[in-house]
């Protein structure tokens, strides 16, 4: 008997992949790698900044070159800059927070010069960025509305120039009634969970989930903020990418064999 583990450890598998977009379709195609249908239904979206004067003035300046650095947090950050046509010139360094932000920016193009290596979150891109530039730069931080300054404050502590600028409001997206219906009857076997918003509208738009539902959590602090909303997080990567998540699903699935409702 061949014990070899499948090519396809995920085939019969429907995942719910909770953005669209770019970043979506990546997302899909790595789970048709691994056997599973993917199902991309977008929860969250973003919509306009309550300053959009101050943000249109921020990225002119980013693309007049006239910042040393560019922080993105968000792979909703990527889709505001995408959507208007952002340009980063060559002299402009990019951080991403981590490996999903950085996933997003070369979606579309962006390149990436630096991603936390130990702590993907604010205070893992202060940290570097501090140790990487020792005298004062000039930094644009584009962020959500709801976000902490961590990250603007950490650099400006350190000697730095800082511009926070709200790139975004994050807001829920409501999905079809088909997806709904297939989310109560247990057609969808599992729902990754990207961030806090995520699980937020999980929770709101699908209520209590079936029982064989599984519910991936996208790293700690992610899985950390899915509970908070009442979610129970059955699957937790280690890493915030995408692959780290598929992974750890397929790690479980082959561990408990579970067997997908066919419908």
Not at 89 to 118: I, M, N, S
Not at 124 to 137: A, H, R
Request: glycine letters at 6%; proline letters at 7%; hydrophobic letters at 40%.
């Amino acid at each position: 008997m061949n014990s070899a583990p499948s090519s396809k450890p995920l085939k019969g598998w429907r995942i719910l992949v909770p953005r669209g977009g770019p970043w979506g379709d990546s997302v899909a195609a790595d789970l048709r790698a691994r056997g599973a249908t993917p199902v991309v239904a977008p929860m969250i979206n973003f919509a306009p900044t309550d300053d959009p004067e101050r943000l249109t003035d921020a990225l002119q300046a980013l693309e007049n070159g006239e910042f040393d650095w560019l922080t993105v947090t968000s792979a909703t950050t990527v889709d505001v800059m995408y959507s208007q046509g952002v340009k980063i010139p060559d002299r402009t360094r990019v951080a991403a927070v981590g490996e999903t932000t950085a996933a997003a920016l070369q979606a579309v193009g962006y390149r990436v010069d630096l991603v936390p290596a130990k702590d993907n979150s604010a205070r893992g891109m202060v940290s570097e960025l501090t140790q990487l530039e020792p005298t004062p730069k000039r930094f644009l931080t584009l962020r959500s509305e709801i976000a902490k300054p961590l990250l603007s404050e950490g650099l400006a502590e350190a000697g730095h120039h800082v511009q926070s600028v709200v790139a975004y409001r994050t807001i829920g997206e409501p999905v079809s009634e088909n997806i709904i219906a297939d989310v109560k009857s247990g057609r969808i076997n599992a729902i990754l969970v990207t961030s806090g918003s995520v699980a937020e509208q999980v929770v709101q738009q699908f209520g209590e989930l079936p029982e064989a539902t599984l519910v991936a959590a996208i790293g700690p602090r992610t899985a950390k903020d899915a509970v908070a909303y009442g979610l129970q997080v059955d699957v937790v990567s280690r890493h915030q990418t995408v692959s780290a998540l598929l992974d750890s699903i397929v790690a479980t699935v082959e561990a408990n064999q579970p067997q997908p409702s066919e419908f």
